[in-house]
């Protein structure tokens, strides 16, 4: 994974803030993100589209929603990163 794309992508403060909710809550669904985070859902929507198509983030379908997760290998290739973002 290109680590310019990645900082690229977490240069946005809607995406950084995305993925540091994903970071504390493990796995959201859009509706929770909107919440969170006070964005629309198609604003919501386009960003976590942005982390799929870089292979960064997860989902999994539970009954009528979709929940979405950092994948590990992202997590486990980046822990210095990850570090950083957290402290």
Do not use: P, W
């Amino acid at each position: 994974m290109d680590k310019f794309m990645v900082v690229k992508l977490l240069s946005d403060q809607n995406r950084f803030n995305i993925f540091m909710k994903l970071l504390e809550y493990d796995e959201l669904c859009v509706c929770e993100i909107e919440d969170l985070l006070g964005i629309k859902q198609a604003n919501t929507s386009k960003h976590l589209k942005k982390f799929k198509d870089l292979d960064i983030i997860k989902s999994r379908r539970m009954k009528n929603m979709v929940k979405y997760s950092i994948k590990e290998e992202f997590l486990n290739d980046n822990e210095a990163l990850i570090k950083y973002l957290i402290m």
